[in-house]
């Protein structure tokens, strides 16, 4: 709804005096017949029933995904008919309410770029991989990914309700005979009933909210079942893509297995309609804390100006934005691919320009597998023993003075600390701080690669996650690095790295010894001044 729209609600009401309509609250809005507020349908679907256009089963099974039925919702480019006219392509489906959204004679249309292929997608890239955030390599039980100590990413289907080009798990979304089943959920679960750390659940799949309402019911209650799991979230793009699907009877459903949380995926402020506004209003209602999980995504918003209309909208409908992703490495995806630097900058486009609800969080989910990395602006510019040196949203500089009196936290009285850990590895970075580590490797690292070999350290399974190298320097393409043994064997193939290769030779000084500046020398230390 454009400002004249809600002008002239806002004029509709007028005079009315009880009960108080609040116009301002999307989930209201009214069309200009006065009745709710919908969105535009393509005009193929311009005769359905409006029963049968709410109804979410209606949707999904009339969803266009060949050549021939897009040809009659959009004027398709030369690029779109040979994207979809590829024999081996990830799936095409798409709801007519989400394809009635696109604009048919704007071959740019975000939300067309999102679900229509194009014969780019089927060209490969430098560092393109299938699995490229290692989901298989730490599956415990098929579906179930556990990469961090305390939560699990469960995948109970493969099924969503429209395809997104660039899907991160296109290897395994999409196949409906590779579906998970009744037997897989058992298995799942019964994986989480023997791991007592886990107390975060992650429903995605696919995506959950596709599954029969008496199946995704019956995992809802296995997983409440289980005493450890605290929260339940639920990833779905389900309400951008059918909000039909969010009625009385999913909310009552859901609002039953309490705490529950969800992430929705959208991307652009042409996704959020007044139906996204009032599946949202329902979810919120139900006691469903909302948050928006994006993808930077070249072409579609790439642009601090979308992303900013995009995270107002957002917290207008009460989501959250959580997580704005860097593009993953994967098949398809490479058109979509955007600099890190995008991100950073629409990052510092945001803080401080806008309510700190609004930001989101820029994330490069660790290619190989080593989960969520956070990339932020650099507000943090120096520091020393006493001052901190800061900069804001507006390049000005200032400085925060250390306390000079701090008592240390007492580990040694405090019933927190001195409760045991649950799994290791949670030190940390402490260790470094606390001079007792000058590195950190992972478990087993030192002794089955030689030091420093970080080839060999991320290519243990080089079947699941070494880039396809397409493109990439003479004589290293495609092929998988080496990965050396211990005591260096066959090193020599990765020049100038660690010990054993022969290039920078082993530090004279052990963990925790290393040298400091001498008094009166320079300390590399910027801003000089100000400290
Ligand atoms: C994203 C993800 C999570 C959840 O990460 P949060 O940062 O807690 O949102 C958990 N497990 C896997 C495998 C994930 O990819
Ligand atoms: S909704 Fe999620 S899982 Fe499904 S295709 Fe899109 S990105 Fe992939």
Redesign the pocket.
């Known amino acids: 709804m454009d400002t004249t729209e809600t002008r002239t609600s806002v004029a509709r009401s007028g005079g009315s005096t009880d009960p108080f309509l609040n116009l301002r609250d999307p989930a209201k809005r009214l069309g200009p017949d006065g009745k709710p507020a919908v969105s535009r349908r393509a005009p193929i679907w311009e005769d359905v029933p409006d029963e049968k256009w709410n109804d979410w089963r209606w949707q999904l099974s009339n969803r266009v995904n060949t050549l021939e039925e897009l040809e009659r919702v959009l004027n398709l480019t030369e690029d779109e008919r040979e994207g979809l006219s590829a024999p081996d392509k990830f799936r095409v489906d798409i709801t007519p309410y989400f394809a009635s959204l696109i604009d048919p004679d704007d071959p740019n249309d975000p939300i067309r770029l999102q679900v229509i292929p194009k014969g780019q997608e089927l060209r490969a890239f430098t560092g393109m991989m299938e699995d490229s ?1 290692a ?1 298989d390599r ?1 599956s415990p039980v098929p579906g179930l ?4 100590p305390d ?3 469960m995948l109970v289907t493969t099924q969503c309700a429209t395809y997104c080009r660039y899907c991160t798990r296109s290897r395994i979304v999409g196949d409906p005979s590779q579906n998970f089943n009744r037997a897989e959920h058992e298995a799942q679960l019964d994986y989480i009933r023997r791991t007592p750390q886990i107390r ?1 659940v ?1 429903i995605s799949g696919g995506d959950g909210l596709t599954l029969a309402p008496k199946l995704l019911e019956s995992v809802m209650r296995g997983l409440r079942e289980i005493p450890h799991v605290e929260i339940v ?1 639920i990833g779905s793009r389900v309400p951008v893509f059918l909000p039909q699907r969010v009625d009385e009877e999913l909310c009552e459903m859901l609002a039953k297995y309490h705490p529950i949380w969800m ?1 929705l995926h959208f991307n652009h402020p042409n996704e959020i309609t007044p139906e996204v506004a009032r599946a949202a209003d329902m979810l919120t209602r139900a006691g469903v804390p909302l948050g928006n999980q994006s993808v930077l995504l070249a072409g579609v918003n790439d642009c601090v100006h979308i992303q900013r209309d995009l995270v107002h909208r957002l917290v207008e409908n009460r989501i959250r934005p ?2 704005l992703y860097q593009c993953d490495l994967v098949e398809g995806a490479g058109h979509f691919r955007t600099p890190v630097g995008k991100g950073i900058e629409i990052l510092e486009g945001l803080r401080g320009h806008t309510s700190g609800y609004a930001v989101p969080m820029y ?1 490069v ?1 660790a290619p190989g597998g080593g ?2 990395i956070p990339v932020m602006p650099n507000y943090l510019i120096s520091y020393s023993d006493h001052k901190v040196v800061l900069r804001n949203y507006e390049g000005y500089i200032t400085t925060y003075e250390e306390p000079t009196t701090y008592t240390p936290h007492d580990s040694a009285s405090c019933a927190y600390c001195r409760s045991p850990r649950p799994e290791p590895g949670q030190e940390g970075i402490t260790g470094l701080l606390d001079g007792k580590k000058m590195w950190i490797e992972p478990a087993g690292f030192e002794l089955t690669h030689a030091r420093g070999n970080v080839e060999a350290h991320r290519l243990q399974d080089p079947s699941k996650w070494v880039a396809y190298g397409i493109g990439a320097i003479e004589g290293r393409a495609g092929a998988p690095l080496p990965v050396l043994e211990a005591g260096g064997a066959g090193s020599g193939e990765v020049p100038g790295r660690g010990e054993a290769g022969g290039g920078a030779a082993a530090p004279e000084y052990g963990p925790g010894e290393e040298p400091r500046p001498a008094e009166g020398m320079p300390s590399g230390t910027a801003n000089h001044e100000l400290l």
Do not use: A, F, M, S
């Open positions: 955030l989901e730490h990914v556990h990469r961090y939560r699990v990413l975060d992650l979230r992430n959580y997580y994330i989910d989960g969520k």
